[in-house]
């Protein structure tokens, strides 16, 4: 008999580690949860791969790929590894200047300012200097270098950042100070392979945070790839990227910088592959979990990505998808602050103790409490594998609140309710205000535990017309490692008027780049014509200090100077209202390389008799009509077709959907939960 | 009016998120670039009286300007009557104005015909007219030359905009496009904020918001209340003094006295010297703005800003100084330098009263240099060290108090000027010593490749050292030369204006910041650690 093969995406969170899996013949989907380990995140991988193979005995791995906060969390911990820096001689002091302000105006101390993540007595001038044309005012003194390994030696340091002036322009020096230095240390990130992109301490900082993280990331990548190996499934080792899009264990080891946002981008691919099958192309994700609330927009089917980003703190250049994090989630606890006001977190109670009606000690009213005492959420049975909830607990705290603002129970719970979800329409206006775009055009795709709970409110309060509530929406991250795409992106600054350039001169300036990714693709055993390359420009007109990234279509029209122009014109009127006659200036060239992913279509549901989901009506409270008994569903019996009309209540293992009045609930031919708004 | 707890969250989370939102529709629609990278603006709504109720990510710099624009304005139009689509803009410095490129833009929101409240957006032009391009004139002597001022002027009713005063203004400002843009972006940003607050007041009812603006209010007085009670009752006196005003060569003085009187305080500038001749004059609403700042910052930094946060406190300043100058003179650096040396007299003052909060004095100067070559004009803001506190050592290299503008990277200007920087780093030996020392300096070298070019400075603290404090030492002074350590080196003065050759090199290095505590009780591993890393010379 031949062995199943199986495709692999784990997701390692805090409290669960998430499995989703496709066997690649028949294209057949396995996904379950079990505890991750805490402090161990490597156990939660090995772990997740051993339970699979107690559901599929024999079975074999071809592909592993991974979302994993190691990196991230090594940097919030401060974790990362002794690193010395390099640069040019006058300006070992850019990691510290930064760009000279400040994070709190009205804190003398600034205490949430981040330290440089090299100290000044580990940071080294060598003598060299190129110019802003890539041309060498002063050759680097290569006979001095002996003296600088031992002066680095020295401080202890296991990993060396080197960023010169002006390398995105003339790489040799940095070249050359790796080869010297790797012979003497393990861990040597130079900042033209990381971020070969103007602006001075932007790239320094994101090499040395890059460098920090190498032996690290190198140790748990190494640590995975020998237990995958024992258990004799084999499989190649993924990690997912912050750009959504994952790469080789071997890059990862090079590049860990890029695994930073890599559970959350993971989300994200998995909404924007789920919207590309339904044919919606405008969508904004929205992840609620236990203490805070992930959202992006997709637009056009490409999830929005951001070129820059903080990380504890550090201002880093790589590309990410652009989520905005809010500390509000389901753990939210209700307060009241010094003047007697009624606010709802950004404290959480987190997993532990949990909300009060987890039982686990917790006294303080969440929001998951209040939704429990509006009738939202299971009264009985166990959540989330284990937790068996109690509903006095979260009415006891509830009315507590209620009592010390002389309010009924009910309207408590509403009010908890209501206060949260003002703390998320907050975020959610400014994700889409602050890039131009208009909700009425998208629709809210709800996932983590309590999204689907929200989701309906929300849209309403937005004008969104439509809700998404995806299949495998408690495993969704996981789906997202198995249908991400690998994908590399790459940045190269070029200077030049746009108008000067032909065709031909722009096609020249891609090539070095193209072949670059090529090259690196080819390594890891990719063809070149199993790449997909899409090429985009940043612009600017002359005098402007910021940049707007326009993508180009394939070439030879894409690198056509005049098509290109018109194509800036057009975003900067939508973005800014305006376009001006003034010549365009280009700053960077930005490719993304990928290899698309086989993902088999998902299975349709079986057809099934619609009615076969009701399993029980409870008491639930609106705003609009108060408290009325609901018909209550359980997902997985919902057949393709079906309609419900709110208010209603959707129940399956991980996740609760409310159906609100007026709305109205259809499952598609997936099991996709399709929620119109009025 | 009694307004339930839950309305009063989702109200106030409306309303903050109309003056974030504000903020975003302004960066998009207006001549984007300034804004973006500098950060130069500011957007508010203020109730039906005027008062501050909300304000988007502020800037230090227009705290007291933005709670008293709207006042000013209503006080100005007396019995004319505002209707909605009105539109004013105005720079004036009679109506909160700071200098004359900070343009407001005015709009009364109406709901169910009663006047409900204001939305304002306040922008950095980056030309308003004068003498030289950019409006900034080091050697203004009348503020005539800085610009042109608008009173408060209806550019749009609900019929459209005003052609012909629209006219006047842009036939009297350069970049005429780039105008015409910032305006309709400023009244773009204050519509839609209209626009939302009416669907709010809709809602829940423009009585029920204007109690909960009332309740806005009352929270963050409460709360500064607290923090002045908080602070030991007293009569303090502090002084500090600016370098000169770049025509005379002597100092000017400010004088305040801070009575801390349970939870009220004055702040009375009286004593402080006369109007200058040069462009270090400011207005009384930057003195509040400073005011703000400086009680904010050390009495407590995290109540939300309102008009609410400034009821504890009474400003005076007497008429003819240089805090508030009779009309004509010039203004255009005392928005960021003097109103630097008013936040340093009231810490001076206030040290002896809250000295586990105050600091010494940092570099306290926005540290400006302007080179103009044939085709470029090259603008840059330097920061410095701060002053020591009680139990930290000062920043290095920071925008100090009310500024936060940042710096423009060596290889971007290298992108855009004709410049190699020959140097970007910290100026060790620069803080003053103490049992904590100061934040150090920043040294910048610039070499000029090609073509003569134009010089000019507006930096403070090239005489005048920042202060140590309780036995700890000043931190060095600015200091400005061309070709150091060279036969032709010579020094620039802090309000400069000369010219430069190609092959000149310009290094300036900004001040260290005051040490706090007597040098001698500085822990030896501190000292050790400032040796490590190279900080002390």
Redesign the interface.
């Known amino acids: 008999m031949e062995r199943a093969i199986f495709r692999v995406g784990i997701d390692v969170g805090g409290t669960f580690t998430d499995v989703a899996a496709y066997e690649t013949a028949s294209g057949q989907l396995i996904s379950f949860k079990i505890p991750s380990t805490p402090g161990q995140l490597a156990g939660g991988v090995v772990a997740a791969v051993a339970h699979l193979g107690t559901l599929a005995p024999g079975a074999a791995l071809a592909d592993v790929i991974h979302g994993t906060t190691v990196a991230t969390n090594a940097l919030i911990e401060g974790r990362g590894a002794p690193t010395a820096l390099v640069t040019t001689a006058g300006f070992r002091d850019v990691l510290e200047i930064a760009r000279q302000s400040r994070l709190h105006l009205y804190h003398p101390r600034d205490p949430d300012r981040p330290l440089p993540l090299v100290p000044r007595r580990r940071r080294f001038e060598v003598q060299e200097r190129v110019n802003i044309r890539g041309e060498v005012l002063v050759p680097l003194r290569v006979d001095a270098l002996p003296a600088l390994v031992e002066q680095v030696r020295a401080t202890g340091a296991v990993a060396v950042a080197v960023c010169l002036l002006h390398s995105y322009r003339y790489a040799e020096h940095e070249r050359l100070l790796k080869s010297v230095l790797g012979e003497a240390f393990p861990h040597v990130s130079i900042s033209s392979e990381i971020n070969a992109e103007f602006r001075e301490y932007e790239r320094t900082n994101t090499t040395v945070v890059n460098a920090t993280l190498m032996p690290l990331v190198r140790d748990y990548v190494r640590y995975l790839e020998r237990e995958l190996g024992s258990q004799g499934l084999g499989g190649r080792l993924h990690i997912v990227q912050s750009n959504g899009g994952m790469m080789t264990s071997g890059t990862a080891q090079h590049k860990p910088i890029n695994t930073i946002m890599s559970g959350p981008a993971a989300g994200v691919a998995a909404a924007r592959h789920l919207m590309r099958r339904l044919g919606l192309p405008n969508a904004v994700t929205f992840d609620m979990g236990g203490t805070s609330t992930d959202v992006c927009v997709i637009h056009q089917g490409q999830a929005t990505i951001t070129a820059e980003r903080q990380i504890a703190g550090q201002p880093v250049r790589l590309s990410s998808v652009n989520i905005e994090s809010i500390g509000a989630g389901g753990g939210s606890l209700a307060w009241t602050d010094d003047v007697g006001a009624l606010k709802v977190g950004p404290q959480s109670a987190g997993a532990s103790p949990g909300p009060a009606c987890y039982g686990q000690g917790g006294t303080e009213a969440t929001v998951t409490d209040a939704n429990l005492v509006l009738g939202y959420l299971a009264p009985e049975g166990v959540w989330g594998g284990s937790i068996r909830v109690q509903p006095r607990l979260a009415v006891d705290a509830v009315a507590r609140v209620g009592e010390r603002f002389g309010l009924p129970l009910r309207r408590a719970a509403e009010g908890i309710v209501d206060i949260a979800n003002s703390n998320m329409l907050r975020a959610l206006r400014l994700v889409s205000v602050q890039r131009g775009f208009d909700l009425r055009d998208f629709v809210l795709v709800p996932f983590g535990g309590a999204g689907p709970v929200h989701a309906g409110r929300l849209a309403r309060e937005l004008n969104v017309r439509r809700v998404v509530v995806p299949v495998l929406s408690g495993v969704f991250s996981a789906y997202g490692c198995l249908v991400s795409e690998l994908r590399y992106d790459r940045v190269q600054t070029f200077f030049s008027r746009l108008d000067r350039e032909t065709p031909a001169t722009l096609a020249a300036a891609f090539r070095a780049v193209e072949r670059q990714a090529l090259d690196e693709l080819h390594a890891e055993g990719y063809a070149p014509e199993a790449v997909h390359l899409r090429r985009s420009l940043d612009l600017r007109y002359v005098g402007q200090t910021y940049e707007l990234e326009v993508p180009l279509v394939a070439p030879p029209d894409g690198l056509d100077p005049q098509r290109i122009r018109r194509a800036f014109d057009a975003l900067h009127e939508q973005q800014y209202a305006y376009a001006t006659a003034q010549p365009v200036e280009c700053v960077n060239l930005r490719l993304s390389a990928t290899i698309p992913t086989a993902v088999p279509e998902p299975s349709p549901l079986p057809d099934g008799r619609p009615g076969r989901a009701l399993v029980g009506r409870r008491r639930a409270s609106f705003k609009e009509c108060g408290a009325i008994d609901v018909a209550v569903y359980e997902r997985t019996c919902l057949a393709p077709g079906e309609e419900l009309r709110g208010p209603a209540v959707v129940e399956e293992a991980w996740s609760t959907t409310v159906v609100y009045p007026g709305q109205v609930l259809t499952v598609d031919r997936y099991g996709n939960l399709h929620i119109t708004v009025q | 009016m009694d307004i ?3 309305t ?3 109200a ?3 309303i ?2 109309i003056a ?2 504000m903020r ?2 302004m960066m ?6 300034l804004f ?2 500098a950060g130069d603006l500011s957007c508010a709504l203020t109730d039906a009286e005027g008062r501050l109720v909300a304000q988007g990510r502020d800037h ?1 710099i227009h705290l007291g300007v933005m709670s008293s624009t709207v006042k000013e304005f209503l006080r100005w139009m007396g019995d004319t009557p505002l209707a909605p689509g009105d539109v004013y803009f105005t720079n004036a410095l009679t109506i909160g104005g700071n200098h004359l490129p900070d343009v407001k833009a005015i709009k009364p929101i109406f709901v169910g015909g009663q006047l409900l409240a204001f939305s304002v957006v306040l922008a950095h032009w980056p030309d308003t007219g004068g003498s030289v391009p950019g409006s900034y004139n080091t050697k203004a002597r009348e503020i005539y030359q800085e610009g042109l001022q608008m009173p408060p002027l209806r550019l749009f009713t609900a019929a459209g905009a005003d052609r012909t005063l629209m006219e006047l203004i842009l036939l009297n400002v350069r970049g005429r ?1 780039q105008r015409e ?1 910032d305006i309709y ?1 400023q009244r ?1 940003a204050c519509e839609v904020a209209a626009r939302r607050v009416e669907e709010v007041a809709q809602r829940y009812g423009a009585d029920v918001l204007r109690g909960c603006f009332a309740r806005f209010l ?2 963050s007085e ?2 500064m209340r607290a923090a002045v009670a908080a602070v030991p009752d007293g009569v303090y006196h502090g002084e500090d003094c600016m370098d000169h005003d770049g025509i005379g060569g002597r100092p000017y003085r400010i004088a305040v006295t801070v009575t801390v009187r349970g939870d009220v305080s004055t702040f009375d500038f009286g004593g402080s010297d006369p109007q200058a001749e040069g462009p270090i004059n400011t207005t009384r609403f930057v003195v509040q703005s400073a005011v703000y ?1 400086a009680a ?2 050390l009495f407590q ?2 109540i939300p800003t309102n008009d609410g946060c400034y009821r504890p406190f009474d400003v005076l300043v007497p008429e003819g100084c240089l805090l508030n100058p009779r009309p004509g003179a010039p203004v255009v650096g005392g928005n960021h330098e003097t109103s630097r040396r008013v936040v340093d007299a009231i810490y001076r003052a206030l040290a002896p009263a809250v000295p586990d ?3 010494a004095a940092g570099h306290g100067s926005g540290g400006v240099v302007i080179i103009a070559g044939p085709s470029y004009v090259f603008y840059e803001a ?2 410095g060290g ?1 002053g020591a ?1 009680a139990t ?1 050592d000062g ?5 100090t108090t009310l500024g ?9 200007m ?2 855009s000027f004709p410049f ?7 100026r060790p030996g620069s803080a003053g010593a103490g049992r904590q020392r100061g934040g150090l300096g ?1 040294r910048r ?1 610039i070499r000029l490749l090609d073509d003569r070019a134009q010089l000019t400075t507006m930096i403070e603290r090239t005489v005048i050292a920042p202060w140590g404090l309780f036995g700890g030492e000043p931190g060095r002074c600015v200091r400005i030369r061309v070709n150091a350590g060279r036969p032709d080196e010579r020094e620039v003065s802090g309000k400069a204006n000369c010219s430069l050759q190609a092959g000149d090199v310009l290094l300036l290095e900004t001040a260290g910041g005051g040490g706090y505590g007597p040098p001698g009780e500085r822990s030896a591993e501190l000292e050790a650690a400032d040796r ?4 002390v010379e």
């Open positions: 339930d707890p839950i009063l969250e989702v106030r989370n409306a903050y998120s974030e939102e975003f529709i998009r629609t207006a001549h984007a670039p973006k990278e230090p496009e843009g972006g773009a009352e929270e409460l709360r700042y904010k910052s930094p995290d909060r105050v600091t330097h920061g701060h506190g930290w920043l290095s290299a920071r925008q936060n503008i940042m710096n423009t990277p060596v290889e971007a290298e992108a190699v920087i020959e140097r970007y780093e910290l920043l070298a490590q890393e190279g900080y």
